[in-house]
């Protein structure tokens, strides 16, 4: 506890030192009246990812006081509220005596004034632009839900007979949901996680979306249990352990067919069936859909670790018809790319088989903002012998 003691001081006393040259950067887009409210309002405005940060390092630490009162114990971060560490700052108390405000008053000119806040915005917005980018591109890369799966995947994850290959496995797919009970679980394995490797993953993943994490030291991380054989294992053996996933089609395959733990919870309501040449109307019709909380299958989502367009072979064409087996549905993008994909033709085929409802959406409804679809009625894609089209696709 002492080592979490003194690495709250340690960053709230680098936050302070950030925070305090965001506020000499404030003043001179300062107002010629100002006040608190004002201060923590161009704070927030310009430096929106560094508050986000701050107000979460206070609610980390403030949980953990509170489960300390809870356990009979006393508080022991106590940490101020992100509003009162901004305003307490020795150079924004600076800012409220009566010689600072005065000289400001004095030298106040508004055609300067506007100027500066001009320019000043245009620098601040780009830097937001440039870092809201990055996390866009981080997004892309997950669907914004929480399927009700993920519950039992995090249960899998701390089961005490779960290995490192497990937990390896089992973060991979978590990492392709983003909502906030999976950023959670990253913040407790960022904490608490004994294996490097996996607090390190944690660690990444969390600042790739803009949160508070920080990499803590093999050295200080605590091995709660009494068995001292196991304790030992654990900070000799498991602490130290790296796993990498063989990134290929068979991979998933086997892990499908074998039915393992990070595969057989899985379950989606649509399946898009599309061409990836529609890539981002696609990656549109996925962010309408997680917003009505509809988990879908889209291969570059959903298995981009594994299904590589490089590395297509028969393993390949088995996930695909597994996670047509999972989906509730079909939700085929109709446009001129996708009417003549063979990949295309196979998954309605095979959806048709499994006498599963297909749903159409065209492409050029996506583009206008028009989220309309409906069951196929048209049967164009129909071939009796389509198993053969497999061939085409290899």
């Given at each position: 506890m002492?080592?979490t003691?003194h ?21 001179p887009?300062l ?5 608190e409210?004002i201060i ?7 430096y ?9 390092q206070y609610?980390e ?8 009162v809870?356990?009979?114990?006393k508080?022991r ?7 009162k560490?901004?305003l307490?700052?020795?150079v924004?108390r600076d800012?409220f005596t009566n010689g ?6 004095k030298q106040?000119?508004?055609a300067s004034y506007?100027?500066?806040l001009r ?6 917005n ?14 892309i890369k ?5 399927p ?9 994850y701390?089961?005490?007979n779960?290995t490192?290959?497990?937990r390896?496995?089992i ?9 906030p ?5 990253f913040k ?5 996680e004994?294996n490097f490797?996996l607090?390190?993953?944690?660690v990444r993943h969390?600042l790739?979306?803009g949160?508070?994490?920080r990499l ?6 605590q091995?709660?249990?009494?068995n ?5 294992r654990l900070?000799?053996?498991?602490a ?5 996933i ?6 998933l ?5 074998n039915?393992?733990?990070d595969?057989?919870?899985k379950h ?8 990836y040449k ?15 909380d509809?988990n879908?299958y889209?291969?570059w ?8 367009r ?5 393993a ?5 018809e597994k996670r047509l087996?999972?989906s509730?549905?079909?939700m085929f993008?109709?446009?001129d ?5 063979p990949?295309?033709k196979?998954?309605l ?6 006498k599963k409802t297909?749903?159409?959406?065209c ?9 309309f ?7 164009w894609?129909?071939?009796p012998d389509?198993k053969n089209l ?5």
């Amino acid at each position: 506890m002492g080592f979490t003691k003194h690495l709250c001081e340690k960053t709230l006393f680098e936050k302070k030192k950030q925070f305090t040259n965001f506020i000499n950067e404030l003043k001179p887009i300062l107002p010629e009246k100002y006040d608190e409210q004002i201060i923590l309002y161009l704070v927030k405005k310009y430096y929106p990812f560094e508050w986000r940060i701050l107000c979460e390092q206070y609610d980390e630490y403030s949980k953990a006081d509170k489960k300390l009162v809870r356990f009979g114990k006393k508080r022991r971060y106590n940490m101020q509220r992100p509003e009162k560490v901004i305003l307490q700052l020795p150079v924004v108390r600076d800012l409220f005596t009566n010689g600072v405000r005065e000289k400001h008053k004095k030298q106040f000119i508004p055609a300067s004034y506007e100027k500066k806040l001009r320019d000043f915005e245009v620098k601040r917005n780009k830097m937001i632009q440039a870092r809201q980018a990055r996390i866009d591109q981080a997004l892309i890369k997950a669907q914004q839900m929480g399927p009700v799966f993920l519950d039992k995947l995090m249960g899998c994850y701390d089961r005490k007979n779960a290995t490192l290959k497990d937990r390896v496995y089992i973060l991979a797919e978590l990492k392709k949901y983003y909502c906030p009970k999976v950023v959670n679980f990253f913040k407790k394995i960022a904490h608490k996680e004994l294996n490097f490797q996996l607090r390190e993953e944690a660690v990444r993943h969390l600042l790739a979306f803009g949160h508070y994490a920080r990499l803590r030291k093999q050295k200080y991380m605590q091995v709660h249990t009494s068995n001292k054989k196991r304790k030992k294992r654990l900070k000799k053996e498991y602490a130290k352990e790296r796993f990498s996933i063989q990134a290929i089609p068979n991979e998933l395959e086997y892990r499908i067919q074998n039915n393992l733990r990070d595969q057989k919870f899985k379950h989606f309501d649509y399946f898009i069936s599309h061409s990836y040449k529609d890539h981002e109307q696609v990656q549109k019709l996925i962010v309408y859909l997680n917003h009505n909380d509809k988990n879908v299958y889209c291969d570059w989502i959903s298995d981009s670790d594994y299904l590589k367009r490089h590395l297509v072979c028969d393993a390949t064409l088995e996930v695909i018809e597994k996670r047509l087996e999972q989906s509730q549905a079909v939700m085929f993008v109709q446009s001129d790319n996708s009417c003549i994909s063979p990949w295309v033709k196979y998954e309605l085929n095979y959806c048709t088989a499994l006498k599963k409802t297909i749903y159409v959406i065209c492409k050029e409804d996506i583009i206008n903002d028009s989220m309309f679809f409906k069951a196929l009625e048209d049967d164009w894609y129909i071939d009796p012998d389509y198993k053969n089209l497999k061939f085409k696709l290899m």
